[in-house]
């Protein structure tokens, strides 16, 4: 069997549309390693990029028009530059266009509200999407095709902007064109990854720092458990835990709850229900755990990080009770078969988890834990290694 080659199919995408490759471009997933719920209060994340990638292979037009299409529908999208404001923001979700296409076409539409660029001077293109970024498994292949698109449409449009700014756009495309509410971390880590290196993110300031994993000189491995639970229950859930948040950083008198420290738990306990004060402690100690985590890094290398990813885990699932019994699970079975450390990571309630692993073990722990899944009578979860890996870039 030949390996997918997600290049050659955008490539081969955009001809079969009968246009000619003038540049090639490709954007990373991403997986959080530490530091999850803090991205909305103002904390601290900790993702890299995935060896995964979304590529985009980009023609020119001379008519103001744009049009993409993707293996995942063969059926191009086209629009006039000068009509996207039209399509728009997107109201109650509602979109004019097929949804998958309101990624780029938002993209495009970001990039102009970002600039004020007069849609009568920009370069028509056709775009051509293919992807080894699996969709829905957590590894944010929403932020690999805008990470792309953005990439592709500055450099075409000579808008000049930088990766934070282009991660920005790729969220307000996100957020206004496609309408789901999310924050920034995706697209930072998508823009930014480094190989061997993850980003170290304020979400306040939106400071970044690539810091050293040092997991391929330390001879470990990332595995990525997927366990096939979709985020069924997770839009409620997830209103519900931002508004816990909410209310412990009003009760307690800061804007945010990032402006808590470990130290002011004792009165939060004094201040807040049982699990409203949960809910904050989680996040107080999770934004001390990226902190702790890019340190010890530092200080010690990548083995002395186990103990905060596994605090992270516990974290989750007892205080924000955002885990699932198949979550729970992968990471018990991960570390008892000799895991250095391991954790959900993404918005819970399904999704995956990570383990890092000697590379030497990485077949038998990930043994262990499908074995673990049959006896427990769950489905089957899908378990890879992730090389963290450089974020979006010109491949051609
Ligand atoms: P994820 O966790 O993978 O980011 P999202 O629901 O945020 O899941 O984004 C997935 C959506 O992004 C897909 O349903 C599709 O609309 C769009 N998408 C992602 N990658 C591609 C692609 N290569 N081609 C077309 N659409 C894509
Ligand atoms: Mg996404």
């Not at 997933?29 to 209060?41: A, M, P, Q």
């Amino acid at each position: 069997m030949t390996e997918p080659d997600p290049r050659a199919e955008a490539r081969d995408l955009l001809t079969s549309l009968g246009s000619a490759v003038s540049s090639e471009w490709s954007a990373p997933g991403r997986v959080n390693l530490i530091g999850e719920h803090t991205d909305y209060n103002d904390g601290f994340v900790f993702p890299f990029a995935t060896p995964h990638r979304t590529h985009v292979a980009v023609a020119t037009r001379d008519d103001g028009r744009l049009r993409v299409i993707s293996t995942f529908d063969a059926v191009p999208v086209e629009v006039a530059i000068a009509d996207l404001d039209a399509l728009f923001p997107t109201v109650d979700g509602d979109h004019a266009v097929p949804e998958w296409s309101a990624y780029p076409l938002g993209v495009a539409w970001a990039l102009i509200q970002a600039t004020e660029a007069d849609p009568a001077k920009l370069t028509g293109a056709d775009l051509a999407f293919a992807s080894d970024v699996p969709v829905g498994a957590g590894l944010s292949s929403s932020a690999a095709i805008e990470g792309a698109t953005a990439s592709a449409l500055n450099e075409l449009w000579g808008l000049g902007l930088d990766r934070v700014a282009l991660a920005q756009v790729g969220r307000r495309a996100e957020n206004e064109a496609v309408g789901a509410p999310t924050g920034i971390m995706d697209q930072m880590a998508s823009m930014l990854g480094e190989p061997d290196a993850a980003t170290f993110l304020d979400c306040r300031s939106l400071q970044t720092e690539e810091v050293d994993l040092g997991f391929a000189a330390a001879g470990l491995s990332l595995l990525v458990m997927d366990t096939n639970v979709k985020h069924a229950h997770s839009t409620g859930g997830y209103g519900e835990r931002r508004a816990s948040c909410e209310k412990g950083a009003r009760v307690m008198g800061v804007p945010m709850l990032r402006d808590l420290a470990v130290a002011d738990l004792d009165r939060a306990a004094e201040l807040l229900d049982d699990v409203t004060f949960r809910r904050v402690r989680h996040i107080v100690t999770e934004n001390q755990r990226v902190l702790d985590t890019v340190q010890t890094l530092r200080t010690s290398g990548p083995r002395a990080i186990g103990a905060l990813l596994d605090a992270s885990h516990v974290s989750m699932r007892d205080d924000f009770e955002i885990s699932v019994p198949e979550l729970d699970l992968a990471v018990e079975t991960a570390v008892g078969a000799g895991a250095i450390g391991a954790r959900m990571t993404g918005g819970g309630f399904g999704g995956a988890a990570i383990a890092l692993v000697e590379t030497a073990s990485v077949e038998a722990v990930a043994r262990a834990v499908e074995k673990a899944f049959t006896a427990a009578g769950f489905a089957a979860p899908t378990i890879f290694p992730v090389t963290p890996s450089a974020g979006a870039r010109r491949d051609g």
